[in-house]
């Protein structure tokens, strides 16, 4: 734990990475949930894991998956409906062109909402990345956006005791999804009730905003409800280790979250194709927690005041004496 | 004219432009309003033009400058508030963190907008370029939101016969300014009467935006007001010869435009640094007839049957046939 | 063919792609050689493809390849050695820090080498994707650039019927490549033997170069050996069908490929994730054959002289000329 | 000094700095050299600064100019010829396709030199940057190249004593400039004596390039000549702060700079828009000195180790204990 907030991870930063080249995995993770947690178990600040419907729970192992996290005192801090890893969603999820997809895929994220509460997780990480499109004259936005909204809709109907979060990414898989902003997302789930969103650091500097802008507008609008951290060089989501590279703008993510008072999880969503993977947590929660401990140090009524400034000098010199005094 | 809409430029098509390295210009076109508009009437297809406020009109000379364009049979289809090209603008204008500032700011938008009506133009174009920050911890994202909110919506109200349009950009003259793309435009002036948005292309494409999708956003929340033509290679905002790079993206915002009855200006906003002035506002025009004519020769009905449909292969398809047959 | 080039393929674009989230790809293309190969055959224009060594081609059945291309009367027009599918690879190839792994390497080339001579092809493309660094103070820039150079330098030297073409590219699957643009792969191979360049488009551009100014360059020192074509949106190697997105620059290329007399082979190396196969290799060559044709049809002196005045206006409407008329 | 390296800038540092929109600057900086040198000299560890032909020193006022600066103890670390701020340099100039062009900016280059040597410089800064193109179909470059090339072996021969250094950047002013990377600058120079590189840390990072390997590129080709420090967000040459955005990369080159054993000059070419100059001055050396004791600190064998391995979990940890321990 990090001050009130808990600390997670997706599940590949224990598995074996594979990319579109090396698809068999890159290596030296776990296979099953089992050997995973085995992994996962071994950092001792991790309070809990997220899963992916179908690959990681489904109907006939509910209690199991519970018990397995149970057993070794980790939570279940998301339940990710598969809308993304199957050919069938190559073209598209909650707004398919083909209406058929579309009931699936509001069908998948109301069971992964059901396998939510049975393993006693309030929240579904709705990530449509298939959503979008490739080329030019390749995509009716319009019908797009409202199917986006009919399908949310539904599924945040389906039960009031799990949250529907939705994830914005700018691309990849496709080259250009619809669900591509902190703002967009908002306009997406405007007068949806019980839905928020998630926000991924680098989905969110790969789409050319600051991370801490968009959590504050996110929070604005009373959905700031979760976040992914990684790290990446601006132009892909390169998942990779948190402040390994963008160190000023996550500790001024830090800085926002405090201020705004966020109390949720703070989850790695870290691809570490080439890494061994417990240390990639360590890395990870050590950035953390120096970047937290720095805001707590310097205290948030003197940072307030420097960016209440808009001084440039003074916003270096503050990050600076925050880091290396 | 092209169809309903009527054909504009920013007064930079027809001067000498300037950058950072070399500030006294290029070279090449008008230095006084009379000569740019001198240049401007040899482009047969324009019908207006834009002007800024206090470079090109003040309370002293709206009737010249009303009768400096009646003369020439052009309209001025755009009064922009000068809230960039002064130092006393440089760290803010509506979002000022000097509540001194703010004030002018919203003084300045509003003796524009009795400008405009002065010389019988119906919308300012509130670009808040200044409006943003460089580093991080730079910024109070939420103060400054809200200040540009009440702003806009103080000036909205100063007059109803003149609409206020806000053209957002993602970067440039700040590293980062706050109204940076269609969807948080459209959060920044919801439920602000009066007020709208304008649409550049070359601003939307290094936002990472798709152009016709930003336009059927701002549509769908009745805020496609303007728009401003131009071309890029995506990162920054080069303000290029429409079509001059990126021919399927606008092909395809054109066909938007007709599909979603977009009736206002189409004005040209190139900064023709190195280029002889003429030729490229007729270069411009030429390609926004071809691709308009495409459209009109394909039928909207066919190219919606593509687009409906999703499939990559038939839109590569459709957009060779559509230009090169 | 396509005037003096051959027309080829990579074998992704008839089989079924993958991406690190649909592991088990999006479907609809062959999975054996065979399949794959009976797609190709229907596309008539198509002279050649590139095989994958171990994937497609080993000691053992070198005499069977080599029949099942001539039976379709199809020619294999690059040997590729496996540097990039296996987790051995994950930490470099060439340029591993291992040196047992930098032998095994070299020794892949080789065979890979051999292979090519057994199926009747004179190059091999070295692709170090796999050989670059992720994170800040992760690499020995000396060190591996000795590295790939005397690892190129032997595999070169092994057998003189066989060119060893290194292709480059700026990131993926690492964040940085070492061998990461035309220039850099000039000085990486200079005054080694029997050793020449591979373009491929999407490298280029998602590089930040202009592709044309690459080619020059690459022929300038005799390395324009061998050509990939696709597209993308500058940012990313997104492997999309050739001229769907940047269709100016495309069709420069093509203006450089004949004035640089450059008969080598156009060979399409696109990923067609979603789409059917046979219309993806179609569309490209028909735009690939409208390209070449608007060159022929304007003629190299014509656009030479406007090439020579750099002057952006007659560029422009030198290219909307060629493709609109 | 920071160890055996002199601490210089260039003189925008100490001016009021103008863009595009606000040609008459921001304010609050020096107009005459004078009143750059008043402030400058308030900056202690500064050991000298860059001037630019025409604009600081012809031939005229060199005995001027060159007591100005010894009457306070600051040398001059750089004459850069003035190829890049007056009209006629629009469309090129070492690679003008207009042959009087070419002549005059060798001539300028030749004065240059003359000026250097007259106020006890021994190199000059040749920046090409309106050297390049804008659209497709615009240039002819392979002719370029030899212009470049002929322009600067006739100047690089003109005096022994002044080094021509050649300064790369990918774009900006043009869209394009053909001097772009750090290996492309090798290929240009090589064979040329008296002729080097200077490596801007920002026009690295745009380039896509990581700085710390074009500066070990560089040194093995003898042509690690002279620095230019300052940041950005990798898309832009934003002349920001000193390692105020990417600290890890700056962090690595700092490593670099001392195994390479480069002991000239680290010049700061920041553009402080709305800053206080002194300050900027302080922030940067401030961080510089920071990110050098870190590494002196740490020791040169120990980095060394880490940065052998290739082993990202250990670089990241290693970066992180250098930073905040």
Chains 1, 2, 3, 4 share one sequence.
């Not at 990475?17 to 950092?43: K, N």
């Not at 801090?77 to 009931?103: E, F, H, N, Y």
């Not at 080259?175 to 019980?194: D, E, F, P």
């Not at 960016?307 to 925050?322: F, I, P, T």
Request: net charge negative; hydrophobic share 40%; aromatic share 8%.
């Amino acid at each position: 734990m990090l001050g009130k907030n808990k600390l997670g991870a997706c599940l590949p930063t224990f598995s074996s990475c594979a990319d579109r080249y090396c698809l068999s995995g890159y290596g030296g993770g776990g296979t099953t949930v089992e050997e995973m947690l085995d992994l996962a178990v071994q950092v001792e600040e991790l309070d809990g894991l997220e899963i992916v419907g179908n690959w990681h729970v489904n109907d006939d192992i509910i209690d199991d998956v519970r018990k397995l996290f149970a057993d070794r005192n980790l939570e279940i801090c998301m339940v990710t409906p598969d809308l993304w890893t199957q050919a069938k969603w190559g073209r598209g999820s909650l707004a398919s062109t083909d209406p058929k997809i579309r009931r699936e895929a509001v069908a998948e994220v109301k069971k992964s909402m059901d396998w939510a509460a049975g393993v006693g997780c309030g929240q579904v990480d709705v990530w449509p990345g298939q959503d979008g499109f490739d080329y030019p004259l390749q995509a009716n936005f319009t019908d797009a956006w409202k199917w986006l909204r009919d399908g949310l809709e539904e599924c945040a109907a389906h039960r009031s005791d799990v949250k529907v979060l939705v994830e914005y990414k700018l691309k990849e898989p496709r080259t250009h999804c619809y669900v591509n902003s902190a703002a967009k997302t908002i306009l997406l789930i405007q007068g949806i009730a019980n839905c928020g969103a998630l926000l991924d650091i680098g989905h969110s500097m790969a789409a050319g905003e600051n991370v801490a802008e968009a959590a504050a507008l996110l929070h604005d609008h009373n959905a700031l409800d979760y976040l992914h951290l990684n790290d990446n060089y601006r132009s892909w989501d390169d998942d990779m280790m948190v402040a390994s590279v963008n160190i000023p703008e996550t500790l001024e993510l830090f800085y926002w979250l405090k201020k705004l008072k966020y109390d949720g999880w703070l989850t790695l969503d870290i691809f570490p194709y080439r890494e061994d993977k417990l240390p990639v947590a360590r890395n990870c929660f050590a950035w953390m927690k120096a970047l937290s401990q720095a805001v707590e140090r310097t205290g948030l009524d003197k940072i307030g005041a420097v960016v209440s400034k808009g001084d440039g000098n003074e916003s270096v010199a503050l990050v600076r004496e925050m880091l290396v005094g």
